[in-house]
């Protein structure tokens, strides 16, 4: 199939990202006919989008994370190296703009539908070897229904053999696990699929918090602040209206020493997650998602 950046027809700006700006679009001659889609649009030579296709391709069957329409090659470096990506419009927008929109930091009921559902995600991704390295509230999407999907793999990765370094400096480090700043310290347990479940756990804890949880409000997040507090600063303190569950699940996540972090597997079963109705937390996550949108500006 030869798509061309030509064939689509750009609607709204749905975000700006380091990557580039991803549009609201329809393909003029699409199929099915005219219906709506992002359009994430690269910098040239922007070697992540070659990846992202890659890593979305062998991800197609993944539950929970965004579907991959069309690769849209650019002029220069074709499919190799492409202009855009068609991918599945997530009508609700990102975590981090349905946090901006409510204006409020989220329950632990609509949190526990997140948690789930990225977990889900990140369970078939790391059963394909794809390690997402970039997860954040601005990497989740929602769909209709309280659904949240992983996006965004500019950052991911393939790993090919078992202990491929992977530890480099991808991804956005507010995020990034104690190991990834230092992976010769942690050289003895390390496991690259760990440190997905430490920027989950940041990500799960923002929403809770309504700010970034690692760093006090209003300091600056440079790389050395980050560092300083990720490697070797203490646990965030929880609001004492905190559940237990909710305390234990993101310590679990929290874990410094990635050998001792919880696994997704053991966090699909932990309490917070396994002893709750899915249905009527997704329920509560979907009741939000339908009041920001009241609130107006997406
Ligand atoms: P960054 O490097 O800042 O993480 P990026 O350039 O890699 O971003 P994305 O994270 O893929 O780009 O997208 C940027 C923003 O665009 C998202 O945070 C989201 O708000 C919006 N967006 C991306 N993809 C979709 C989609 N499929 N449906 C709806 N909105 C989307
Ligand atoms: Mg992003």
Redesign the pocket.
Known sequence: SDVRLSDFERISV???????T?YKARHRRGCPAQQPL?L?LFASGDLSAAREAEILRLAADAPHV?RLHAVVPSAAGGVEEPAALA????PG??L??LLRRLGRPMGERPIAAVARQALLGLEALHALRIVHR?LKP??L?LGADGEVKI??F?AGKVLRRRLDPCASYVG?AAYMSPERFDPEAYSGDYDPYAADVWSLGVAILELYLGHFPLLPVGQRPDWAALMCAICFGEAPEMPAAASEEFRDFVSRCLEKKAGRRASVGELLEHPFIAERDAADAQRSLAALVAEAEQSGDL
């Open positions: 749905l975000g700006h990202g380091n990557g580039g991803v992002a994430k965004v991918l599945e419009l997530m927008g990102s981090a703009g970039d601005s990497n999407l996006a965004d500019g956005t």
